[in-house]
């Protein structure tokens, strides 16, 4: 396993580098860590033609080996150090060959590190249709490498691309490109003998970027800072002559390989598609558009597979209840493990929904136009134009679309994205939305049109939105961050979405939730499940011996008793005292002691309010009898002062605090491996749960 | 002249740069001295804009273009 060859794709976004690797791994691939840094590292195993398997590693795609986002930190990190467990025998330089230009800088960096090379010249078909001519065996001469031309949309080249990975050397081929040791040589030889480093570009590299690089140690860093002090080496002044210097070597090289005649059409067909795509007017009105249809097609689409799960875990239960031993180990498998992971598995088609539009929307160079249209509007509030899919995607869950706020390279614009996400009013708010406005708002029409219920739902949302965006703009200047936010972007040419990318993700999106979240949301759901069927021994032995007398069992059938003593028992399960004991933190919202075992119960998730509120007014345990929950909440009287539990101020009060508070475990973890700290889920916690007090307060004090 | 000085469909070369770590990323995108720029479009509320550059199209925020200087 050991000697496994291990190859790394480099190469600048857009240039079908997933595609690549998508190609030859398959559904071979798994997502992991690289070791202490916060980026996701996908390999995955490719079989050569002669049967063998290697490791392929595709590095964060990037312009340049120097890293603006931290995401691209970790490419030469991986590719300067030898004991980097992800350190390749070679790297395949996947280039754009209708930008051959501007890809090939990235390449002569890669070169310079002394590391064996190829190219995978990619968008071959694009180049050639574009009437641009490349001499491409001139070009690998001039070079010394082997080049590999490739359609790989079209699955091109992919066998020739295998053939020359597992043909190619151990050593490093490639002539050089440019006189490294020329922009620093006292800076380049003392760095290289402090670390005992060969390769003079790695040694520059170190140079430039010593204080973020995790290999190396306190004491090296403050060693190489001194060293650069002492021979007044500026980092930016020689990134500059460098990057200049291999321009010219690019367009010497350029000069007799490459030949245009015309400029490239699809880009004229792009522009023709943007003129209306990116429109003053029409731009925002098809945008709006677009995201109107996924959402239906995401509500519409994923509500029948979502009622097939439901089904299947019902069902399941049944059967397990029937067909098991009953006892403690019995319930806690069904109710506790199986119903977390029903949570859990109902969530699946919405995110593989949301995650194909949005790979689609990627894929196809539309999203990139989204980003440049609403920029600005976004940038004022501490957002970037990146910002708008996962805030939008935040209205039918939080999950996938705080994964999906990876695309924003910026720190500071991701982790507000990231923060303020899951305050937009998702799906799972909505059963509880629903529930209480139909208590306290009447079914009346205003103005003869409009539906007071449907307003008051509007407003939910819209407020949820409004607050997400103040959010935002407050976080704006709290969070610190040494970063200058810049927005140099690429605007790719349109092309059709490749459908086998859009499975892969939808596969890979689903299976990362499935195994990170899942695990987390089961945990809890077992440790709720323990507290509210367990309580102080004796008081549970008291209530089952009550409800054995003569009286009861003469007024009420076996079913209604059962109910009641699974009601009084959550009443004085750990859940329920635990509902008890925050009862005086929350009688300023309006809160009675049963709102708060709800309040805990669905800290996991927020759908979960609904069966607490069925199971405490001790009707059958099933959220789907909606109507006869309806009526005993209506029905409800408060002990002490004899008058309804839920009044319009109670419920609006809950509705706010549902609104804001971070009821969602699920919503949690996936923060946690996003941001990889749990500080930023701790703060958002936090931050949520005061916004919610203090907004229900007001609500309740004002409506009381 | 600056970049963000030029109307949509104008185009100009690419003379220097005023800000040395804006110009160390424009020129790892294609963003050379010598270069025909050309701005295509101005987002819909006034900013950021699109240039076609070296053979593709780039955007950036105006603020950014501003520190372009042409022939």
Redo the contacts between chains.
């Keep these: 396993m050991k000697n496994k060859l291990r190859v790394a794709l480099v190469g600048n976004p857009n240039t079908g580098k997933s595609t690549i690797f998508n190609s030859l791994t398959g559904l071979n691939q798994k997502i992991g860590n690289f070791p202490g840094v916060t980026v996701d590292k996908k390999s995955g195993l490719s079989k050569m033609p002669d049967g063998e398997f290697i490791e392929i590693i595709d590095l964060p795609g990037t312009y340049s080996l120097y890293p603006k986002s931290a995401d691209e930190t970790i490419v030469f990190e991986v590719l300067s150090h030898k004991e980097n467990p992800s350190f390749p025998d070679l790297v395949v330089v996947v280039a754009d060959a209708t930008n051959l230009k501007r890809n090939l800088l990235l390449y002569t960096q890669i070169a310079d590190l002394g590391l064996p090379v190829i190219i995978a010249l990619n968008m071959m078909d694009l180049a050639a249709k574009g009437n641009m001519d490349i001499d491409v065996d001139t070009l690998a001469k001039r070079l010394n490498i082997p080049i590999i031309p490739l359609a790989a949309r079209k699955s091109q080249g992919i066998e020739a691309l295998k053939n020359a990975i597992q043909y190619q050397t151990k050593m490093p081929l490639q002539l050089p490109t440019i006189d490294v040791e020329a922009i620093a040589p006292d800076l380049i030889s003392d760095i290289s003998d402090l670390l005992t480093i060969e390769n003079s570009y790695v040694a520059l590299q170190i140079a430039h970027q010593h204080e973020h690089l995790k290999y190396l140690s306190k004491t090296q860093i403050d060693q190489i800072k001194i060293l650069v002090d002492k021979h007044q080496f500026h980092s930016q002044k020689a990134q500059a002559s460098e990057t200049i210097a291999r321009y010219h070597f690019i367009n010497d090289v350029l000069l007799d390989t490459v030949k245009y005649k015309s400029v490239a059409l699809e880009e004229n067909i792009s522009n023709k598609i943007d003129h209306y795509l990116t429109h003053k007017i029409w731009g925002l009105v098809i945008f709006v558009g677009v995201l109107f249809a996924i959402f239906q097609s995401i509500f519409a689409w994923s509500e029948y597979p979502m009622f097939l799960i439901e089904t299947v875990f019902v069902w399941l239960a049944e059967m397990g209840h029937q067909y098991l031993p009953s006892g403690a180990l019995t319930n806690l498998l069904i109710d506790g493990v199986l119903a977390g992971l029903s949570g859990v598995m109902v969530f699946i088609p919405q995110i593989a929904l949301l995650f194909a539009f949005i790979s689609i929307l990627e894929d196809t160079g539309y999203m990139s136009r989204v980003t440049f249209m609403l920029d600005r509007l976004m940038r004022k509030v501490g957002l970037s134009g990146k910002s708008v899919v996962p805030l939008i995607g935040g209205l039918a869950c939080a999950v996938p679309s705080i994964m999906s706020a990876r695309t924003i390279e910026n720190w500071k614009d991701r982790m507000i994205t990231i923060m303020v996400t899951p305050l937009v009013s998702c799906s799972a708010r909505l059963p509880i939305y629903t529930l209480l406005i139909s208590l306290v708002v009447p079914k009346k029409m205003l103005l003869g049109f409009i539906n007071l219920q449907g307003l008051a739902l509007m407003s939910l949302y819209l407020l949820s939105i409004v607050t997400a965006i103040l959010v935002a703009w407050i976080m704006k200047g709290l969070i610190r961050s040494n970063l200058k936010s810049y927005f140099i972007m690429e605007l790719p040419v349109y092309r059709l979405p490749r459908w086998n990318n859009v499975g892969i993700t939808m596969y890979e999106s689903v299976k990362t939730f499935v195994t990170q979240a899942g695990k987390v949301i089961i945990a809890v759901a077992i440790i709720l499940w323990v507290l509210a069927s367990y309580g102080p021994t004796n008081q549970f032995e008291k209530i089952t011996q009550k409800y054995q007398s003569k009286t009861y069992i003469s007024q009420y059938s076996s079913q209604e008793i059962n109910r009641l003593i699974a009601s009084e028992k959550l009443e004085n399960s750990y859940a329920g005292l635990l509902g008890k004991s925050i009862e005086p933190g929350i009688k300023p919202l309006g809160f009675d002691w049963k709102i708060g075992i709800a309040l805990i119960t669905s800290f996991a998730a927020r759908e979960v309010f609904v069966g607490t509120m069925a199971t405490l007014y001790s009707v059958d345990g099933d959220a789907t009898k909606m109507e006869s929950v309806r009526e005993k909440m209506a029905g409800a009287i408060r002990a002490d002062t004899g008058e309804k539990v839920f009044t319009t101020a109670t419920a609006f009060s809950l509705m706010i605090f549902y609104a804001f508070a971070m009821q969602c475990m699920s919503t949690m973890a996936v923060v946690y491996r996003e941001t990889k700290s749990i500080k930023w889920p701790i703060i958002q916690f936090s931050y949520m749960l005061v916004l919610a007090y203090i907004s229900s307060f007001i609500v309740y004090q004002l409506l009381k | 002249m600056k970049l963000s000085q030029l109307g949509v469909g104008e185009q100009g070369i690419i003379k220097e740069f005023t800000d040395?770590?804006?110009?160390?990323?424009?020129?790892?995108?294609?963003c050379?001295p010598g270069e025909v720029i050309k701005v295509?479009?101005v987002?819909?509320?006034?900013?950021?804009i699109?240039v076609?550059i070296?053979?593709?199209?780039?955007?950036?925020?105006k603020k950014?273009a501003s520190t372009i200087e042409l022939v």
């Design positions: 040395l770590e804006m110009s160390v990323k424009l020129m790892e995108m294609g050379l295509d479009r987002a819909p509320f006034g900013d950021p699109a076609s070296a053979g593709y199209q780039l955007s950036l925020r950014e």
